[in-house]
Protein backbone atom coordinates (compact mmCIF):
# COMPACT_ATOMS: atom_id res chain seq x y z
CA UNK A 1 0.00 0.00 0.00
CA UNK A 2 2.69 2.24 0.27
CA UNK A 3 2.80 5.49 -2.24
CA UNK A 4 -1.15 4.76 -2.41
CA UNK A 5 -3.59 7.81 -1.41
CA UNK A 6 -4.87 8.53 1.62
CA UNK A 7 -8.39 8.29 1.50
CA UNK A 8 -9.81 8.91 4.74
CA UNK A 9 -8.71 7.56 8.76
CA UNK A 10 -10.81 5.93 11.04
CA UNK A 11 -10.82 5.46 15.10
CA UNK A 12 -10.01 2.44 15.70
CA UNK A 13 -9.87 0.43 19.43
CA UNK A 14 -7.65 -2.76 20.33
CA UNK A 15 -7.53 -4.67 24.05
CA UNK A 16 -4.43 -4.63 25.65
CA UNK A 17 -3.17 -6.16 28.24
CA UNK A 18 -4.38 -5.11 31.63
CA UNK A 19 -2.33 -2.25 33.44
CA UNK A 20 -2.55 -3.69 37.02
CA UNK A 21 -5.82 -4.01 38.01
CA UNK A 22 -7.14 -1.53 35.43
CA UNK A 23 -8.47 -2.70 31.56
CA UNK A 24 -6.06 -0.89 28.45
CA UNK A 25 -6.89 -0.41 25.02
CA UNK A 26 -4.96 1.63 22.54
CA UNK A 27 -6.77 4.03 20.48
CA UNK A 28 -5.55 5.36 16.75
CA UNK A 29 -6.70 6.80 13.68
CA UNK A 30 -5.65 5.03 11.09
CA UNK A 31 -5.54 5.97 7.70
CA UNK A 32 -7.18 3.93 5.23
CA UNK A 33 -5.89 4.54 1.19
CA UNK A 34 -7.38 4.27 -2.23
CA UNK A 35 -6.15 1.40 -4.30
CA UNK A 36 -7.16 1.24 -7.91
CA UNK A 37 -7.14 -2.57 -8.05
CA UNK A 38 -8.55 -3.58 -5.01
CA UNK A 39 -10.59 -0.26 -3.70
CA UNK A 40 -10.41 1.31 -0.21
CA UNK A 41 -8.32 -0.90 2.48
CA UNK A 42 -7.14 0.08 5.80
CA UNK A 43 -3.25 0.46 6.50
CA UNK A 44 -2.05 -2.56 8.50
CA UNK A 45 -0.68 -1.65 11.91
CA UNK A 46 2.34 -3.32 13.70
CA UNK A 47 0.60 -3.87 16.87
CA UNK A 48 -2.04 -5.56 15.88
CA UNK A 49 -3.68 -8.24 13.01
CA UNK A 50 -5.91 -6.61 10.53
CA UNK A 51 -9.69 -8.16 11.90
CA UNK A 52 -8.76 -8.60 15.14
CA UNK A 53 -9.80 -6.42 18.09
CA UNK A 54 -6.61 -7.38 20.62
CA UNK A 55 -3.46 -6.39 20.05
CA UNK A 56 -0.90 -9.23 19.41
CA UNK A 57 0.98 -8.75 22.95
CA UNK A 58 -2.72 -9.62 24.55
CA UNK A 59 -2.85 -12.74 21.92
CA UNK A 60 0.53 -14.19 22.92
CA UNK A 61 -0.41 -13.63 26.72
CA UNK A 62 -3.76 -15.99 25.83
CA UNK A 63 -1.71 -18.48 23.80
CA UNK A 64 0.69 -18.54 26.55
CA UNK A 65 -1.48 -19.37 29.16
CA UNK A 66 -4.23 -21.57 27.17
CA UNK A 67 -2.02 -24.76 27.50
CA UNK A 68 -1.75 -24.71 31.35
CA UNK A 69 -5.59 -22.83 32.02
CA UNK A 70 -9.11 -23.65 30.65
CA UNK A 71 -10.26 -21.20 28.34
CA UNK A 72 -13.07 -20.39 30.26
CA UNK A 73 -10.71 -19.37 33.40
CA UNK A 74 -8.84 -17.15 31.09
CA UNK A 75 -11.62 -15.22 29.84
CA UNK A 76 -12.97 -14.33 33.40
CA UNK A 77 -9.46 -13.36 34.33
CA UNK A 78 -9.20 -10.56 30.95
CA UNK A 79 -13.04 -10.36 31.41
CA UNK A 80 -14.11 -11.23 28.08
CA UNK A 81 -16.22 -14.04 26.32
CA UNK A 82 -14.34 -16.99 25.75
CA UNK A 83 -15.71 -17.31 22.43
CA UNK A 84 -13.52 -14.33 21.54
CA UNK A 85 -10.52 -15.96 22.89
CA UNK A 86 -11.10 -19.32 21.26
CA UNK A 87 -11.20 -17.25 17.84
CA UNK A 88 -7.96 -16.29 18.72
CA UNK A 89 -6.39 -20.13 19.64
CA UNK A 90 -8.12 -21.47 16.67
CA UNK A 91 -6.44 -18.02 14.12
CA UNK A 92 -3.34 -18.59 15.39
CA UNK A 93 -3.19 -22.49 15.13
CA UNK A 94 -4.82 -22.49 11.57
CA UNK A 95 -1.71 -20.25 10.64
CA UNK A 96 0.79 -22.03 12.45
CA UNK A 97 -0.18 -25.31 10.29
CA UNK A 98 -0.59 -23.60 7.12
CA UNK A 99 3.90 -23.28 7.34
CA UNK A 100 4.06 -26.40 8.44
CA UNK A 101 6.41 -29.06 5.95
CA UNK A 102 5.72 -32.70 6.66
CA UNK A 103 8.79 -33.45 4.07
CA UNK A 104 10.83 -35.39 6.43
CA UNK A 105 7.95 -37.28 7.85
CA UNK A 106 8.45 -41.19 7.46
CA UNK A 107 7.48 -42.93 10.57
CA UNK A 108 4.05 -41.84 11.99
CA UNK A 109 1.60 -43.16 15.03
CA UNK A 110 -1.95 -43.48 14.91
CA UNK A 111 -4.13 -43.50 17.87
CA UNK A 112 -7.57 -42.47 19.02
CA UNK A 113 -8.80 -40.67 22.26
CA UNK A 114 -12.69 -40.43 23.85
CA UNK A 115 -14.32 -37.06 24.00
CA UNK A 116 -17.46 -38.40 25.22
CA UNK A 117 -19.22 -41.17 26.34
CA UNK A 118 -21.68 -43.12 23.52
CA UNK A 119 -18.15 -43.98 21.70
CA UNK A 120 -17.52 -39.97 20.81
CA UNK A 121 -13.72 -40.25 19.27
CA UNK A 122 -10.83 -38.12 18.15
CA UNK A 123 -8.47 -39.62 16.39
CA UNK A 124 -4.41 -38.40 16.51
CA UNK A 125 -1.74 -39.19 14.07
CA UNK A 126 1.42 -37.91 15.25
CA UNK A 127 5.26 -37.70 13.66
CA UNK A 128 6.74 -40.74 15.71
CA UNK A 129 10.34 -39.21 15.85
CA UNK A 130 9.45 -35.57 16.60
CA UNK A 131 6.91 -37.26 19.03
CA UNK A 132 4.25 -34.23 18.12
CA UNK A 133 1.13 -34.53 16.51
CA UNK A 134 0.87 -33.80 12.99
CA UNK A 135 -3.37 -34.34 12.33
CA UNK A 136 -6.58 -34.53 14.86
CA UNK A 137 -9.88 -35.16 13.38
CA UNK A 138 -13.11 -36.71 14.89
CA UNK A 139 -13.91 -39.91 14.34
CA UNK A 140 -12.49 -43.11 14.14
CA UNK A 141 -13.21 -44.62 10.91
CA UNK A 142 -11.48 -45.71 8.01
CA UNK A 143 -12.03 -42.27 6.40
CA UNK A 144 -9.89 -40.83 9.25
CA UNK A 145 -7.12 -42.00 7.24
CA UNK A 146 -7.89 -40.13 3.66
CA UNK A 147 -8.55 -36.62 5.20
CA UNK A 148 -5.25 -37.18 6.65
CA UNK A 149 -3.20 -38.29 3.64
CA UNK A 150 -5.01 -35.15 2.27
CA UNK A 151 -4.00 -32.55 4.91
CA UNK A 152 -0.60 -34.58 4.40
CA UNK A 153 0.04 -33.65 0.82
CA UNK A 154 -1.02 -30.19 1.61
CA UNK A 155 1.78 -29.93 3.80
CA UNK A 156 4.45 -30.62 1.16
CA UNK A 157 4.48 -34.46 1.20
CA UNK A 158 3.40 -37.74 -0.70
CA UNK A 159 1.34 -39.87 2.23
CA UNK A 160 3.60 -43.06 -0.28
CA UNK A 161 6.72 -41.81 1.65
CA UNK A 162 5.41 -43.09 4.70
CA UNK A 163 7.42 -45.67 5.13
CA UNK A 164 6.18 -47.06 8.82
CA UNK A 165 2.98 -46.62 11.04
CA UNK A 166 2.68 -47.82 14.69
CA UNK A 167 -1.14 -48.50 15.53
CA UNK A 168 -3.92 -50.04 17.25
CA UNK A 169 -5.36 -53.25 15.77
CA UNK A 170 -8.07 -51.54 14.49
CA UNK A 171 -9.89 -53.27 11.02
CA UNK A 172 -11.15 -49.77 10.27
CA UNK A 173 -7.52 -47.89 10.39
CA UNK A 174 -6.18 -51.05 9.04
CA UNK A 175 -8.15 -51.32 6.10
CA UNK A 176 -7.33 -47.18 5.45
CA UNK A 177 -3.75 -47.58 5.95
CA UNK A 178 -3.89 -50.48 3.11
CA UNK A 179 -6.33 -47.97 0.99
CA UNK A 180 -4.26 -44.68 1.75
CA UNK A 181 -0.82 -45.87 2.94
CA UNK A 182 0.06 -48.46 0.54
CA UNK A 183 3.80 -48.53 1.61
CA UNK A 184 3.38 -48.37 5.13
CA UNK A 185 4.47 -50.77 7.36
CA UNK A 186 1.50 -51.73 10.05
CA UNK A 187 3.39 -52.18 13.49
CA UNK A 188 0.84 -52.99 16.40
CA UNK A 189 1.64 -51.23 19.41
CA UNK A 190 3.19 -53.41 22.07
CA UNK A 191 1.06 -51.31 24.28
CA UNK A 192 -2.12 -52.05 23.24
CA UNK A 193 -1.01 -55.75 22.39
CA UNK A 194 -0.65 -55.99 25.92
CA UNK A 195 -3.71 -54.62 26.96
CA UNK A 196 -6.05 -57.56 25.23
CA UNK A 197 -4.15 -60.48 26.96
CA UNK A 198 -4.38 -58.64 30.40
CA UNK A 199 -8.07 -57.78 29.84
CA UNK A 200 -8.75 -61.83 29.19
CA UNK A 201 -6.61 -62.40 32.26
CA UNK A 202 -9.16 -60.56 34.66
CA UNK A 203 -12.08 -61.81 33.06
CA UNK A 204 -10.24 -65.62 33.97
CA UNK A 205 -10.15 -64.41 37.42
CA UNK A 206 -13.41 -62.97 37.84
CA UNK A 207 -14.69 -66.31 36.67
CA UNK A 208 -12.53 -68.36 39.13
CA UNK A 209 -13.02 -65.51 41.77
CA UNK A 210 -16.83 -67.09 42.06
CA UNK A 211 -15.40 -70.43 43.53
CA UNK A 212 -12.31 -68.80 44.80
CA UNK A 213 -12.86 -66.12 47.48
CA UNK A 214 -9.06 -65.47 47.82
CA UNK A 215 -9.55 -63.94 44.12
CA UNK A 216 -11.59 -60.72 45.03
CA UNK A 217 -10.22 -57.78 45.02
CA UNK A 218 -6.37 -59.15 43.76
CA UNK A 219 -7.02 -57.53 40.40
CA UNK A 220 -3.26 -55.47 40.19
CA UNK A 221 -1.61 -58.26 41.63
CA UNK A 222 -1.99 -60.24 38.36
CA UNK A 223 -2.09 -57.45 35.72
CA UNK A 224 1.08 -55.70 37.31
CA UNK A 225 4.45 -56.15 35.91
CA UNK A 226 6.38 -58.74 38.26
CA UNK A 227 9.32 -56.20 38.53
CA UNK A 228 6.81 -53.50 40.11
CA UNK A 229 5.92 -55.26 42.45
CA UNK A 230 6.95 -55.03 46.63
CA UNK A 231 7.85 -58.05 48.19
CA UNK A 232 4.89 -57.88 50.33
CA UNK A 233 3.32 -58.07 46.97
CA UNK A 234 5.07 -60.67 45.34
CA UNK A 235 4.74 -62.89 48.38
CA UNK A 236 0.58 -62.41 48.14
CA UNK A 237 0.71 -63.15 44.29
CA UNK A 238 3.36 -66.48 44.80
CA UNK A 239 0.57 -67.72 47.46
CA UNK A 240 -2.30 -67.04 45.18
CA UNK A 241 -0.99 -69.09 42.26
CA UNK A 242 -0.85 -71.88 44.16
CA UNK A 243 -4.80 -71.91 45.13
CA UNK A 244 -5.65 -70.37 41.75
CA UNK A 245 -4.99 -72.67 38.94
CA UNK A 246 -6.82 -71.49 36.00
CA UNK A 247 -5.87 -67.71 36.64
CA UNK A 248 -2.30 -68.95 37.22
CA UNK A 249 -2.56 -70.85 34.01
CA UNK A 250 -3.48 -67.70 31.90
CA UNK A 251 -0.73 -65.61 34.29
CA UNK A 252 1.85 -67.48 32.48
CA UNK A 253 0.31 -67.27 29.32
CA UNK A 254 0.80 -63.71 29.63
CA UNK A 255 4.06 -63.46 31.12
CA UNK A 256 5.16 -65.43 27.76
CA UNK A 257 3.71 -63.03 25.58
CA UNK A 258 5.56 -60.20 27.43
CA UNK A 259 8.94 -61.79 27.10
CA UNK A 260 8.05 -62.02 23.25
CA UNK A 261 8.86 -58.19 22.77
CA UNK A 262 12.16 -58.67 25.45
CA UNK A 263 13.79 -61.68 22.96
CA UNK A 264 16.56 -61.39 20.04
CA UNK A 265 14.98 -60.29 16.26
CA UNK A 266 16.29 -63.87 14.66
CA UNK A 267 14.26 -65.24 17.36
CA UNK A 268 10.55 -63.91 17.18
CA UNK A 269 9.22 -66.22 14.07
CA UNK A 270 9.84 -69.19 16.72
CA UNK A 271 9.09 -68.22 19.73
CA UNK A 272 5.56 -66.47 19.20
CA UNK A 273 4.95 -69.66 16.87
CA UNK A 274 5.86 -71.36 20.21
CA UNK A 275 3.30 -68.84 22.14
CA UNK A 276 0.75 -69.37 19.91
CA UNK A 277 0.43 -73.18 19.89
CA UNK A 278 1.03 -73.49 23.54
CA UNK A 279 -2.15 -70.62 24.25
CA UNK A 280 -4.15 -72.43 21.50
CA UNK A 281 -3.58 -76.01 23.17
CA UNK A 282 -4.20 -74.41 26.96
CA UNK A 283 -8.34 -75.17 27.92
CA UNK A 284 -8.96 -71.13 28.99
CA UNK A 285 -11.20 -70.10 25.98
CA UNK A 286 -10.17 -66.34 26.97
CA UNK A 287 -6.89 -66.86 25.94
CA UNK A 288 -7.52 -68.84 22.86
CA UNK A 289 -9.60 -66.36 21.53
CA UNK A 290 -6.84 -63.90 21.87
CA UNK A 291 -4.40 -66.11 20.64
CA UNK A 292 -6.78 -66.06 17.10
CA UNK A 293 -6.28 -62.23 17.24
CA UNK A 294 -2.60 -62.47 17.56
CA UNK A 295 -3.11 -65.13 14.45
CA UNK A 296 -4.79 -62.34 12.37
CA UNK A 297 -2.05 -59.58 13.07
CA UNK A 298 0.47 -61.77 12.83
CA UNK A 299 2.70 -59.26 10.50
CA UNK A 300 2.41 -56.23 12.42
CA UNK A 301 2.94 -58.25 15.65
CA UNK A 302 6.45 -59.36 14.53
CA UNK A 303 7.33 -56.40 12.50
CA UNK A 304 7.77 -54.73 16.10
CA UNK A 305 11.23 -56.60 16.25
CA UNK A 306 12.05 -55.09 12.57
CA UNK A 307 10.96 -51.23 13.92
CA UNK A 308 10.72 -51.19 17.39
CA UNK A 309 8.53 -48.44 16.92
CA UNK A 310 5.64 -47.82 20.04
CA UNK A 311 2.97 -45.42 20.42
CA UNK A 312 3.66 -45.18 24.29
CA UNK A 313 4.47 -41.61 23.99
CA UNK A 314 0.83 -41.38 22.26
CA UNK A 315 -0.18 -42.33 25.90
CA UNK A 316 1.74 -38.87 27.47
CA UNK A 317 -0.40 -36.99 24.73
CA UNK A 318 -3.68 -38.52 25.47
CA UNK A 319 -3.23 -38.04 29.31
CA UNK A 320 -2.23 -34.56 28.71
CA UNK A 321 -5.58 -33.71 26.39
CA UNK A 322 -7.68 -35.58 28.83
CA UNK A 323 -6.27 -33.70 31.69
CA UNK A 324 -7.26 -30.38 29.58
CA UNK A 325 -10.07 -31.94 29.10
CA UNK A 326 -11.23 -32.75 32.81
CA UNK A 327 -9.57 -29.39 34.40
CA UNK A 328 -12.23 -27.89 31.79
CA UNK A 329 -14.98 -29.96 32.67
CA UNK A 330 -15.38 -30.73 28.83
CA UNK A 331 -15.63 -28.84 25.56
CA UNK A 332 -18.21 -27.27 24.18
CA UNK A 333 -17.00 -28.59 20.66
CA UNK A 334 -15.07 -31.45 18.87
CA UNK A 335 -13.22 -28.31 17.19
CA UNK A 336 -12.38 -26.60 20.58
CA UNK A 337 -10.60 -29.89 21.70
CA UNK A 338 -8.69 -30.38 18.87
CA UNK A 339 -7.69 -26.86 18.86
CA UNK A 340 -6.65 -27.61 22.46
CA UNK A 341 -4.95 -30.53 21.01
CA UNK A 342 -2.94 -28.91 18.72
CA UNK A 343 -1.57 -26.38 21.39
CA UNK A 344 -0.85 -29.01 23.71
CA UNK A 345 0.90 -31.50 21.64
CA UNK A 346 1.76 -29.87 18.18
CA UNK A 347 4.82 -28.40 19.23
CA UNK A 348 3.45 -25.63 16.46
CA UNK A 349 5.94 -22.29 15.68
CA UNK A 350 3.78 -19.89 16.37
CA UNK A 351 4.87 -15.92 15.06
CA UNK A 352 2.93 -13.57 16.37
CA UNK A 353 3.69 -11.15 13.98
CA UNK A 354 2.09 -9.80 10.80
CA UNK A 355 3.59 -9.32 7.52
Not at 164 to 186: C, D, K, Q, T, Y
Not at 287 to 311: N, Y
Amino acid sequence: MAGQPVHDTVDKEWRHMDFFQHTCYLHARVPRVRCDACGVQQVTVPWARPGSGFTLLFEALAMSMAPHMPVADIARQFRIHDTRLWRILRFHIARAREHEDYSTVECIALDETSRRRRHRYVSIVTDADARRVLFACEGRGQDVLGRFADDFHAHGSDPDEIRVISMVMSPAFIAGVREVLPNAHMTFDRFHIMKLPNEALDRVRREEAQENPHLKGRRFLWLRRPRQLSVSQERKLSDLRYCAHKTNNAYALVLGLRAFFDIEAHQSVAYLKRWYHWTRCSRIEQMKEFALTIKRHWDGVLRFHQSHMTAGFLEGINSLVQASKLKARGYRSTDNWITMIYLIAGKLDYQLTYK
